[in-house]
């Protein structure tokens, strides 16, 4: 099992940055997949990014050049930088941690992007 805990939402202006934490219970490097999903009110949720440690990373089109997925060993956490932020991207942020056959979430963090 894990526990994921994120952090760093908020509201920004369109065109700004976040940058949003999961910090995980156990060693990240025992996990096989973590990632990034959203859910906009109305809307299902939906994978943004995510990471196999083996080095790959995947994005969703509607952020792939704005957003960047990352991982801290040392420090059990994954990130997700936000750049040139949109309208569009307002939703609840998850943390998703796969570990064999199970998938684990984080409670969410909200994102608001204003106009």
């Known amino acids: 099992q894990v526990q994921l805990v994120e952090s760093g939402g908020g509201s920004v202006q369109a065109g700004g940055s976040l940058r949003l934490s999961c910090a995980a219970s156990?060693?990240?490097?025992?996990?096989?997949?973590m990632g990034w999903y959203r859910q906009a009110p109305g809307k299902e949720r939906e994978l943004v990014a995510d990471v196999i440690f083996r080095g790959f990373t995947n994005y969703a089109d509607s952020v792939k050049g704005r957003f960047t997925i990352s991982s801290d060993n040392a420090k059990n956490t994954v990130y997700l930088q936000m750049n040139t932020v949109k309208p569009e991207d307002t939703a609840v942020y998850y943390c998703?941690?796969?570990?064999?056959?199970?998938?684990?979430w984080g409670q969410g963090t909200q994102v608001t992007v204003s106009s």
């Open positions: 998703r941690a796969s570990i064999g056959p199970s998938d684990y």
């Open positions: 156990r060693s990240i490097l025992s996990i096989n997949r």
